[in-house]
């Protein structure tokens, strides 16, 4: 049986909310609706996206920030996102298949702005609204990216970008 993120999200919010771990084919809607409403709904995906992140993907913090991305011998794209964000939920697979099929071209950083110690460093880089994605290259931002992107516009941005 296949089951894609979307169905394991949907049983996942129906097992915690201790209904049958069927779904009627009537009730897509409503099991959508209640699954929205349950306060556990951006934990279940952090965990997912976390649990499903490629090996090309690192996870930085402001303490670790200059050495992973600003002294990177390799393009850094930095994700600076929330697990509270839906449109970051939702970016997160897109950024990791293009981070796989470019692996050594450049490394896509994760950096959590809900951390409190992060919190100075989103503001540094001025970040008003996630997900906010910025490419660096020599310790420079030379691209910017805001909000959900599609995975065709991102992979075309990301060609010019670094120069293919």
């Not at 796989?100 to 992060?118: R, T």
């Not at 065709?152 to 990301?158: A, D, F, K, N, T």
Request: proline residues 5%.
């Amino acid at each position: 049986m296949h089951w894609n993120l979307t169905s394991i999200f949907i049983k996942l919010c129906l097992y915690f909310k201790g209904e049958k771990m069927k779904r009627q084919k009537d009730q897509p809607k409503k099991i959508s609706r209640e699954c929205a409403d349950t306060p556990f709904v951006f934990k279940v995906l952090y965990v997912i996206i976390m649990c499903t992140m490629s090996q090309n993907t690192v996870n930085a913090t402001a303490a670790d920030f200059e050495k992973i991305v600003l002294k990177s011998d390799i393009p850094a794209l930095v994700d600076f996102w929330a697990p509270w964000c839906g449109p970051c939920l939702a970016m997160a697979p897109i950024l990791d298949e293009y981070a796989a099929a470019n692996a050594g071209k450049f490394k896509l950083v994760k950096v959590d702005v809900n951390e409190e110690n992060n919190k100075p460093l989103a503001r540094n880089y001025g970040i008003r609204g996630i997900p906010n994605m910025k490419l660096f290259k020599g310790g420079e931002v030379v691209h910017e990216f805001i909000g959900l992107q599609t995975k065709e516009s991102l992979e075309s941005e990301m060609k010019e970008a670094l120069g293919k």
